[in-house]
């Protein structure tokens, strides 16, 4: 196509391609009355609160696009080397605050909209997030944007559009009750429907091989179902800099239906077909559940990497370079395996599709893949069933099939035994034959990274170990990071504005300036300020809990806090332990060493796993018990706050004392809650698990709480032969504790209700509860001691802070840049 330079020269005179970057409060105030006027038809009269949010995001997504648009020229004129980032799951949370704090107009926004009498933190909280992922893979994907938006990396982040994101969790009469969360109910308006950038995506059918017009061997396809995936654009703006595009596919109807045949039946048939297809994005899965055998997840996984690819290969193309060098011009990260099917895929594009010889097709695709893995837990590595595999995606079987037999070939030559071979193959032979999707990603990556230096380890020791001794040069490991940008500038603005004070506002681009705190972590003005704020922020999370959760809580006590997804390996019952060993010491009247505590929980279960739903009840089941009880008169408070999402979240983290790590060490991967509590200035009690290990060799041992046993001495204890009943016998707090579960005090005189939990950890303890739980207890009472001298505890936490400069997600993806993507950030000017 010819440019029009008529527009093209528009574009250049009017600043959209250049200019500056902010607003003034006057050009705010005048797109946003323009918006709620135009853009959405309104009288003041009859405008809501979500009627004014929405204008004011359509006045803010005019300015990302122009930025994107910008990025995009950029990309482009350098033929910039860049990423494509798999993900099936994102968690972007609200998009309004970090926009503003992104384009620097805040504080004009907010003087704006108080000239016609509106309030900017009410408008904020009329935006409903998109849930579209189940917990911290989710949202590092959306970390990750954030982060890559800022440092300028040629990027795109491909995804799926669930039409219901992970479910709300109500909490009635303690049980979790779940529900669909429709949050496109009032419109999205950040999204932009691209119909002309739609591919096709084929399921099930058969293949045919035969020879070509040209003479050479191939395979057709000839699928039974064609369902069409349409591009969703969402702009993701840096700080102060570019944009990028989260595009999310949406499943629709292929547009030729047979409307040509007439009559009524075949209509319904054809409406029944459209239905069909566009369930396939309709909802997310909560994972934990057992995903095995899912043919929905499978679909959705498959469905998206083909359009992902083809719009892949299509930006490639029209760059107009060559297939054979897409590795040169593309990393396609894959967040977990979720994605890994790309690998087969790609195969297929450049063999079937495009013609290219399969050694050539197979250096370019084992050249542009990479890896990250999220977890070592067995029942989480993903595998399909042959059967089910083969009857959806027959020609990726036999695609998959083939890579296996040339590298089970390689490694017969290298003389291995049938064993190891057999441990290595792409094909799990024993029981119900299924692929092993993680040694697919393997093989067909050039890197495999896990997500925190001790994970990376275990990654290379364990789960992956035959790969990583063939090829130990694949294998590194990236520390995941955070958005200090969304989880401290834009969630916590007072603590943020006193250290800017301090420091400057360096500090929002580099985040190893916060070393600069130290100088002021002995400083009782500094301290008193910096507890202030805390307290500010207690009282404000106070006031939600009451709302949402109906209970009181003194701003003033310790706030104790664990919020994550509940399950077993992360130990929600250990914390649960220790709340009842220090219920029972105050009514024995042994209480007077215990410091005014609230415990706060929040977090999801999945639908279907029976012990995570049963502990949520446990959890309101003890706070029932502790809140009533006028013996405990208040020193005790225990909380669940209903449907922890990305908004709850930046409440609570501003919000939180005390950060609980306690996972069984070797079980969590990274966890990145860990690093939002300390950026806040809370400190941690945790184990040698995950990042927990880096965040504590960064803030101090003396700056940390630490207990429980290491992942060594975990698998010692494994192959000792442990028996949990031991130590129920030989501690008699604990066995206390535990018999309370099926005592019926906890649950109206009902013995049952906690016999589940109770025999679990009495009979297996699978995660190792009661072998961990008085060096948990002991650790706590270091605890209840530091909070009594607050000055002592506000240096701590300032010194949490100073130290959390690693934990950006800036530098994990300068971390990416250079041990893995290989190319150069072009930052916007
Ligand atoms: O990924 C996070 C880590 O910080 C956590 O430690 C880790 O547990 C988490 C199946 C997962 N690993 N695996 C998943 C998500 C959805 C699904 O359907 C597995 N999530 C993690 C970021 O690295």
Redesign the pocket.
């Known amino acids: 196509k010819t440019p029009n330079k008529k527009i093209e020269s528009y574009f250049s005179s009017n600043g959209i391609v250049s200019g500056k970057l902010g607003l003034s409060k006057d050009e705010i105030k005048d797109s946003f009355l323009e918006k709620t006027f135009y853009g959405l038809g309104r009288i003041p009269a009859l405008a809501t609160q979500n009627d004014f949010y929405t204008a004011m995001a359509f006045a803010i997504r005019d300015r990302v696009l122009r930025q994107f648009v910008r990025s995009t020229q950029q990309f482009n004129e350098k033929d910039a080397r860049g990423v494509a980032y798999l993900s099936a ?1 994102y968690l972007p949370g609200p998009h309004l605050g970090n926009n503003l704090l992104s384009l620097e107009i805040i504080k004009e926004t907010r003087e704006a909209l108080a000239e016609v009498n509106l309030d900017l933190d009410e408008i904020l909280d009329q935006e409903v997030e998109p849930g579209l992922g ?4 989710g949202r ?1 994907a959306s970390c990750y944007m954030d982060a890559m938006a800022t440092l300028g990396i040629p990027s795109i982040a491909y995804g799926i559009r669930y039409e219901f994101g992970i479910f709300k969790q109500e909490i009635r009469d303690g049980w979790q009750e779940e529900s669909t969360d429709k949050w496109l109910h009032y419109g999205n308006p950040w999204e932009i429907v691209r119909p002309e950038i739609a591919y096709e995506v084929h399921f099930g059918g058969k293949t045919e091989s035969g020879i070509d017009e040209k003479g050479n061997y191939s395979v057709a396809w000839n699928a039974d179902t064609v369902i069409k995936g349409v591009a969703y654009d969402t702009p993701i703006l840096g700080y102060k800099s570019n944009g990028i595009i989260m595009r999310l596919w949406k499943a629709e109807a292929i547009e030729s239906f047979d409307f040509s045949i007439y009559n009524s039946g075949d209509y319904y048939k054809a409406v029944e077909k459209k239905m069909r297809s566009e369930n396939l994005t309709k909802v997310l ?1 909560p ?1 934990d559940e057992n ?1 095995q055998g899912k043919e929905l997840r499978l679909k959705q996984q498959y469905f998206f990497v083909c359009c992902s690819l083809k719009d892949t290969i299509r930006l490639h193309l029209l760059q107009g370079r060559k297939l054979d060098q897409l590795h040169d011009k593309f990393t396609i990260q894959l967040n ?1 395996t ?1 994605p890994s099917i790309a690998v087969a895929e790609l195969m297929r594009l450049l063999v079937d599709e495009h013609k290219m010889e399969w050694e050539k097709a197979w250096h370019v695709t084992r050249h542009t893949f990479a890896y990250t893995n ?2 070592l837990l067995p029942e ?1 590595l993903e595998k399909w069933s042959i059967d089910l595999f083969g009857r959806l995606l027959p020609r990726h079987l036999e695609i998959i099939y083939e890579i296996n037999s040339r590298f089970l070939n390689e490694l017969r030559e290298l003389q291995y035994s049938a064993n190891k071979i057999a441990r290595m193959s792409l094909i799990e032979e024993s029981g119900e034959p299924s692929i092993r999707m993680a040694h697919l990603a393997t093989v067909g990556s050039f890197k495999v990274n896990g ?1 925190s230096a001790l994970h990376s380890r275990l990654l290379k020791e364990q789960v992956l170990n035959d790969f990583a001794e063939l090829w130990p040069d694949k294998f590194t490991n990236v520390t ?1 990071g955070i958005s200090h940008r969304r989880f401290l500038v834009v969630s916590n603005p007072a603590l943020s504005d006193l250290i800017s004070e301090k420091i400057g506002r360096d500090w929002l681009t580099d985040l190893y300036k916060l070393k600069g705190l130290e100088a002021f972590a002995e400083d009782e003005d500094f301290q008193k300020k910096w507890m202030d704020i805390k307290l500010e922020n207690k009282k404000a999370l106070s006031k939600h809990i009451e709302e949402y959760a109906g209970v009181k809580i003194d701003p003033t006590m310790m706030f104790d806090v664990q919020v994550k997804r509940i399950h077993e390996y992360k130990r929600q019952h250990l914390k649960v332990l220790h709340i009842l060993s220090l219920y029972r010491r105050i009514k024995k009247g042994e209480g007077e060493r215990i410091s005014p505590t609230a415990f706060i929980f929040a977090g999801k279960a999945a639908p279907g796993y029976f012990m995570a739903k049963r502990i949520i009840k446990l959890i309101s089941s003890v706070a029932d018990l502790v809140n009533k009880d006028p013996d405990v008169n208040g020193k005790l408070k225990v909380v669940f706050i209903p449907n922890f999402n990305v908004k709850l979240a930046q409440r609570i983290y501003p919000a939180s004392d005390l950060s609980e790590q306690i996972s069984m060490a070797g079980k ?5 809650g860990n690093m939002k509590f300390a950026l806040n200035g809370a400190l941690t009690v945790g184990t040698l698990d ?1 990042a927990n290990v880096e965040i504590r060799d960064e803030v101090g041992k003396e700056n940390f709480f630490l207990f429980g046993l290491t992942t060594e001495e975990v698998q010692q204890t494994r192959q000792d032969g442990y028996r949990p009943s031991e130590y129920y016998e030989q501690n008699k707090e604990l066995q206390g504790i535990l018999d309370m579960l099926i005592s019926g005090e906890l649950s109206n005189g009902d013995t049952e209700l906690f016999k589940p939990i109770f025999e679990n950890l009495l009979q297996q303890d699978p995660y190792l509860l009661l072998k961990d739980y008085q060096s948990y207890i002991d650790c706590q009472e270091e605890i209840h001691e530091a909070w009594r001298k607050p000055k002592e505890w506000a240096r701590m936490s300032i010194l949490n802070v100073a130290n959390m400069g690693k934990f950006s997600s800036d530098r994990s993806i300068q971390d990416y840049v250079e041990k893995i993507w290989n190319l150069q950030p072009i930052k916007a000017d």
């Open positions: 799951e189940n917990g911290g893979l590092l899965y994972n995903l977990d979720h999220h977890t989480a997500v995941n969590e991967a990274s966890g990145t995950g």
